[in-house]
């Protein structure tokens, strides 16, 4: 019942920044909003997450201390600032929406709403 649009991949070298934005169709006020990457021949995997109501976040190890999660309540989006970016980053980056008052996971099931997904390489 939520759309979700990506939008801010491309190609950077190593080191790099990129900042990717996922804008939803609805209020996202009280919302587990999470990003999510694949790599060619490997499984979904989360990257990060934020529960709206409050502004808790959760990272995986790989990117803690270069990836920052954030949200916008007035806009409906999510941003996830990607800095240091290393080659092992290259994937194509979904974001994804569980129901509304669940609490975040790194569950790839529990994820009901996902958008297109925009691409990210790192050289």
């Known amino acids: 019942h939520v759309q979700l649009v990506e939008s801010g991949g491309g190609s950077v070298q190593a080191g790099g920044s990129l900042t990717l934005s996922c804008r939803a169709s609805?209020?996202?006020?009280?919302?587990?909003l999470a990003w999510f990457r694949q790599a060619p021949g490997k499984e979904r995997g989360g990257v990060a997450n934020?529960?709206?109501?409050?502004?808790?976040?959760q990272y995986v190890d790989s990117v803690k201390g270069r990836f920052t999660i954030s949200r916008n309540i007035a806009n409906g989006t999510v941003y996830l600032q990607m800095n240091s970016l290393k080659p092992e980053d290259t994937a194509m980056y979904f974001c994804?929406?569980?129901?509304?008052?669940?609490?975040?996971?790194?569950?790839?099931?529990?994820?009901?709403?996902w958008g297109q997904g925009t691409q990210v390489t790192v050289s």
């Open positions: 994804a929406a569980r129901e509304p008052f669940s609490l975040c996971t790194f569950g790839v099931a529990g994820y009901t709403n």
């Open positions: 609805v209020p996202i006020n009280r919302y587990c």
């Open positions: 934020v529960y709206t109501y409050d502004g808790s976040t």
